[in-house]
Structures are given as structure tokens and as C-alpha cells.
């Protein structure tokens, strides 16, 4: 069974850095591009970032360009996401999301499946 | 300001039929495929309907899914308690070299 579990969130400081984990199993983690999305409370659904399979490209939502660095360990099956200069605006729940296909480029009509559970960030002081 | 629109909410009784619309652009669902994802309350969203029509592999044949242009369409037929949830689009968009949602539309059975 695929699964993806998502850690590493919690209460920050505006300004200050947090970086999330996730951790992947059931799957041949480096056939698959990975992405992180997040769900601000009572709010839609964010494409933040999404790396390829051998970390060769990245590709990130202005929200987050030039803050957030996506970033994965084949070897140990992990994502991480390192969240820098952080304001209230990134409160959100931030879900790990297996891409379909190696690549994280949608032109070629890539699906997100599964998700993660989830884990909470919150920003404020 | 999304992206991709969707109607706020939908209802329907237990059996109707409901549609969800997602209209989009040339440089999104014009272009690239549309897919689904439900978002039953308290949890993860679930990858629903995939490349504009198909169902993954444990999602009933009550859902379905279309495109046609710039628009997507998500249809719930034989309405149950259980298809109460949150449904969003999504697509690559070209121009803004990522992905997009919808809003979100918040389904009700009656």
C-alpha cells in the first residue's frame, strides 16, 4: 500500500524557517515525481512545489518562489520542503502528493494520487 | 482569485443527479488534461477522476468526468450520503508554468 506520511509542522514565529518532511513507502519512490500542496484553514487547494524523479528540475507557485526549497533523499525514500521567511500567509495544512509520472511537468497530463495526511503549520506570533 | 472556476455549491436528493462545472483557459484545461479530487470532511483529498474521464480503480461508475474546450465537467449520478464532500479541478496551466485548482465546490445531499 502506498502511503505517505508528512512531519516537521507545528507553531512558528513570523520571519523564521520550518522544514517539513515526508516520508514515503509501497512505491518505487524514485519513479515518481512528488509534489506539496497545501490547504490554508477553510480554504481551496495550493500547488506549491513539485520535483522531478532525480531532482534534476523543480518547480515552484510564485507564493513561495525564491522562500521555499523543495527537495528529495532517493535513497531514503523522503521529501522535504525547507520554508524560509515565513508570514501568516503560509498558515496552511501542507500535504506530500505522489505525482503519476516521473516528470512534474503537467503537459503531459500527470495526476496527483495519493495524498498525505497532512501536517499543520502555523505562523503567527 | 482562482484560476479555475467553479460554482461554490451544489445539492442534489439521494439519486439525483449533480454537475459540477470548471471553466478555465486556452493555457489550462484548453490545453491539458482536467482532473478530479474529492475532499470528504476532515480529510485528505482523493484523486477522483483522472486525464478529463477516467476513474481510478475503487471509484464508482457514478462518477464522471468531461471536457470540452476550456471548460470540465464532473457529474454524480445516483446521488448518495456519502458523496458529500468537497470537489476541485485541476489542471497544468502553460503560462504560469504550475498547477491549478479550482476553488472547490461544496456538495450537499438533501
Known amino acids: 500500500e502506498v502511503q505517505l506520511v508528512e512531519s516537521g509542522g507545528g507553531l512558528v514565529q513570523p520571519g523564521r524557517s520550518l522544514r517539513l518532511s515526508c516520508a514515503a513507502t509501497?512505491?518505487?519512490?524514485?519513479?515518481?515525481?512528488m509534489h506539496w500542496v497545501r490547504q490554508a484553514p477553510g480554504k481551496g487547494l495550493e500547488w506549491i512545489s513539485g520535483i522531478s524523479w532525480n531532482s534534476n528540475t523543480m518547480g515552484y507557485a510564485d507564493s513561495v518562489k525564491g522562500r521555499f526549497t523543495i527537495s528529495r533523499d532517493n535513497a531514503k525514500n523522503s521529501l522535504s520542503l525547507q520554508m524560509d521567511s515565513l508570514g501568516a500567509e503560509d498558515t496552511a495544512l501542507y500535504y506530500c502528493?505522489?505525482?503519476?509520472?516521473?516528470?512534474?511537468?503537467?503537459?503531459?497530463?500527470?495526476?496527483?494520487?495519493?495524498w498525505g495526511q497532512g501536517t499543520l503549520v502555523t505562523v503567527s506570533s | 482569485q482562482s484560476v479555475l472556476t467553479q460554482p461554490t455549491s451544489a445539492s442534489g436528493t439521494p439519486g439525483q443527479r449533480v454537475s459540477i462545472s470548471c471553466s478555465g483557459s486556452?493555457?489550462?484545461?484548453?490545453?491539458?488534461?482536467v482532473n478530479w479530487y474529492q475532499q470528504l470532511p476532515g480529510t485528505a483529498p482523493k484523486l477522483l477522476i483522472y486525464?478529463?474521464?477516467l476513474r481510478p480503480s475503487g471509484v464508482p461508475d457514478r462518477f464522471s468526468g468531461s471536457k470540452s474546450g476550456t471548460s470540465a465537467s464532473l457529474a454524480v449520478s445516483g446521488l448518495q450520503s456519502e458523496d458529500e464532500a468537497d470537489y476541485y479541478c485541476?489542471?497544468?496551466?502553460?503560462?504560469?508554468?504550475?498547477?491549478?485548482f479550482g476553488p472547490g465546490t461544496k456538495v450537499t445531499v438533501l
Open positions: 502528493v505522489k505525482d503519476s509520472r516521473p516528470s512534474w511537468f503537467g503537459e503531459l497530463g500527470n495526476w496527483f494520487d495519493p
Open positions: 486525464s478529463n474521464n
Open positions: 509501497g512505491f518505487t519512490f524514485d519513479d515518481y515525481a
Open positions: 486556452s493555457s489550462n484545461i484548453g490545453r491539458n488534461v
Open positions: 485541476a489542471a497544468w496551466d502553460d503560462s504560469l508554468n504550475g498547477y491549478v
